[in-house]
């Protein structure tokens, strides 16, 4: 089997972007004209795969989408992007997910869902020599699938048996429960948790961002949280990091965070140190706003850099080189044999 540097689990599917609206959302068949609809490759999980191929690591996605059009599209779309969609199954019967995005004028969204073979998703998705052969595991979209919820720890303990590293970003949980019994048992094998601002409050019960941060990464992971147009911050249990977010006019916001994590997991494998993977990762964040749709203005690792050394009166703590390591690492990334494995 072909190694990856990075495997993704979690969801895939077309997004439909609209807006923004200028008022309200109107019912009553009211029809509201926007500047500008698009139909883009979504999903977190996916915006996260094609963010990390951008930025030149070898990405692997495994997941579930419909034997449709809507799941051809997406294939496509990842394939097109430079992600191996060879283990991404085909559900003969439920749809292909899909989703609508209203943008509003003041740059908040409102996102709507349907799940289709979401939650069929498990853990025959992801093979284990898939997850051998991969240097790092990302999961995605945590609460969408609840069958492979139940089995993420798992898939998690062999990464790292394997010498991989893991991440995990939870997105939003739409019944608004944030099981902690379900995630609880992958957050124990979870190096990297990636949360924003909003879902670290609502994981924690904590309403202060550091506070928040400070409690989830007393359950295991080092925790990273998205924090918009105020950057982001790091958390190791022991040691807080800041970044600021780099100026950009944005166009969209859509899979601004998935950009982040990929941005921050290509700099981790790369050897850079939290602080420094955290500056690249906001720059990521921040770059891939400039154009509608989660992907289309996706940074690649030299614009990364460059932008996140844009700012002369900010120590950006990348250093000099794509690959020099960062000393004030409080975390080594694990490495394994990348030889081809079956």
């Known amino acids: 089997m072909t190694s990856f540097d990075l495997l993704v689990?979690?969801?895939a599917n077309?997004?439909?972007?609209v807006g923004?609206?200028?008022g309200p959302l109107e019912f009553g068949q009211r029809e509201q004209l926007v500047e500008h609809a698009g139909l883009v490759l979504g999903g977190s999980a996916a915006i996260m795969a094609c963010g990390a191929a951008r930025l030149g690591l070898r990405v692997a996605f495994a997941g579930r989408v419909g034997d449709d059009p809507a799941g051809a599209f997406v294939r496509e779309a990842l394939a097109g992007r430079g992600v191996d969609v060879g283990f991404l199954t085909t559900d003969p019967?439920?749809?292909?997910?899909?989703?609508?995005?209203?943008?509003a004028g003041d740059g908040d969204r409102a996102v709507l869902t349907a799940q289709g073979c979401l939650t069929a998703t498990g853990p025959e998705d992801v093979p284990r020599d898939l997850v051998r052969a991969s240097r790092h595991v990302h999961a995605a979209s945590f609460f969408l699938m609840p069958r492979l919820a139940r089995c993420l720890a798992a898939v998690f303990v062999l990464a790292r048996q394997n010498g991989a590293t893991t991440s995990l970003d939870t997105n939003d949980d739409p019944a608004g429960r944030?099981?902690?019994e379900l995630l609880a048992?992958?957050?124990r094998f979870t190096d990297f948790l990636l949360p924003n601002a909003a879902e670290a409050a609502a994981l924690s019960g904590e309403g202060d961002l550091v506070r928040a941060a400070a409690v989830l990464a007393g359950r295991g992971p080092t925790v990273v949280v998205k924090d918009g147009p105020n950057g982001a911050l790091a958390h190791t249990g022991t040691r807080l990091t800041r970044t600021p977010a780099v100026a950009v006019d944005p166009v969209d916001t859509v899979g601004a965070g998935d950009s982040f994590d990929a941005g921050f997991v290509a700099a981790t494998l790369r050897g850079l140190g939290l602080r420094s993977a955290l500056t690249v990762a906001a720059a990521c964040g921040s770059l891939s706003t400039?154009?509608?749709?989660?992907t289309a203005a996706q940074a690649t690792w030299d614009q990364a850099l460059a932008a996140a050394h844009a700012d002369p009166g900010q120590d950006a703590g990348v250093p000099p080189g794509t690959n020099a390591p960062d000393t004030a690492a409080p975390r080594t990334p694990r490495t394994r044999d990348t030889r081809s494995r079956s």
């Open 185 to 187: 048992p992958v957050m």
């Open 14 to 17: 077309p997004d439909v972007v």
């Open 178 to 180: 944030w099981d902690p």
């Open 9 to 11: 689990v979690g969801d």
């Open 290 to 294: 400039r154009a509608h749709g989660g």
């Open 20 to 22: 923004p609206l200028r």
């Open 93 to 103: 019967v439920r749809p292909t997910p899909l989703t609508t995005v209203v943008m």
